[in-house]
């Protein structure tokens, strides 16, 4: 769909609208209004209305929450953006900050901080230069537009959200097909990820995600090394039941990690690998 411009709310901004507004320059690349919407600009298909207008009408490119009921399910402008743009389940399974920020903005932060089971005084900590100066000048501006300093960073954020959460689509799909869960002497289990070439990217991006997605008694991965042709051995979860100091003085070892939550290995055959994970568990 073509839309004109984005309208979102004036006065104060917020991280809900800032990433809502993110994800819609970054997927139309138009101006946004920070203005109350006219009766006939929040009926206008090809104007954007975001986290405000009292309507939520995918159709219409209409996406605000305000109109929900108290007891509604949290749900912000931007969990509203995300399912338009088919992302949300994606987001709420890779992205541990989206819940919390969907709490923020329809719950506020005493609330949050208990359903968190934090002190309230913990959530100002949790705030930065970066989220205080990014939310004020986007406040500042009436309108941003392509070439401004606020309106190009927030393409980017859009940009990296929606290329983070695909890429995570697609990882999970190929980590499905290529992953493999040994046992080990009926003591632990251990997924493996045989070395596919060409290799792209980094091969152990996404397993403790896989892992905790699926549900599955994993305590390590090993995975391929990419700066050489070996394999990396990895703790799940920090598991202290495997120690991979252990395996240091190995010959096929070149390196084990002093706190021993990895380590990284010549070999390449998977029964030697499997002797390594034997020889690193502590049980």
Sequence with gaps: MSIKHIITHPGGAHKDDFLACSLMIYSYGVPVLRK?????????????????GGEHEPVRMNFDHHQFPADYEPT?????????LGLYEEARQYCDWLETSEWLDTRGAVKTAKWLGIDRSAMAKLNSPVDITLLRRFAKQERHEAGQPVYEVMRMIGEDMVSFLKGMRERMKEIEKQSEIWEIDDKFKVMFIPRVEPMVGEPSAGLGRYIESNGLDCVAMVYPDRRGSGYGLSRYNDDLRLD??????????????????MAKSSAIAPERLRELLRSAWVG
Excluded: M, Q, W
């Design 36 to 52: 109350d919407p006219s009766g006939s600009e929040v009926e206008n298909n090809s104007i954007a209305v975001v986290d405000v």
């Design 76 to 84: 912000c402008a931007l969990s509203l953006v995300l399912r338009y």
């Design 244 to 261: 991979f100091t252990r395996i240091d003085s190995c010959d096929d070892v070149h390196f084990a990690h002093k706190s021993g939550f």
